[in-house]
Nanobody
């Protein structure tokens, strides 16, 4: 059973940066695709970015393209989300997710494991 723990959230001013981490334990971390999702206040959970098991394929939501970068270090069992040029509308709880299959998907229902979430607040 894979367990995921996010960290790195916090309060940041507009235009600032944060780096989220997702540490995985248990299971076979390196064999599956992973992703980041977020749930803004009062809204449904939405896709942010995903990455294939080797890290060679990534996808981003249009709203974060060019500002966020997803990466993973399989040797450290950790996935990252570098968030730059943050905007107030990026305020959300951010969740990392992992799936047993290797190919990426945008649908949250395709992911098998989830972290507990970390709060990101962008405000002056």
């Amino acid at each position: 059973q894979v367990q995921l723990v996010e960290s790195g959230g916090g309060l940041v001013q507009p235009g600032g940066s944060l780096r989220l981490s997702c540490a995985a334990s248990g299971g076979t971390f390196t064999s599956g695709a992973m992703g980041w999702f977020r749930q803004p206040p009062g809204k449904k959970r939405e896709f942010v970015a995903n990455i294939s098991w080797r890290g060679g394929i990534t996808h981003y939501a249009d709203s974060v393209k060019g500002r966020f970068t997803i990466s993973r270090d399989n040797a450290q069992n950790t996935m990252y989300l570098q968030m730059d040029s943050l905007k107030p509308e990026d305020t959300s709880i951010y969740y990392c997710a992992a799936r047993r299959l290797s190919y990426t998907t945008l649908r949250d229902t395709d992911y098998d494991y989830w972290g507990q979430g970390t709060q990101v607040t962008v405000s002056s």
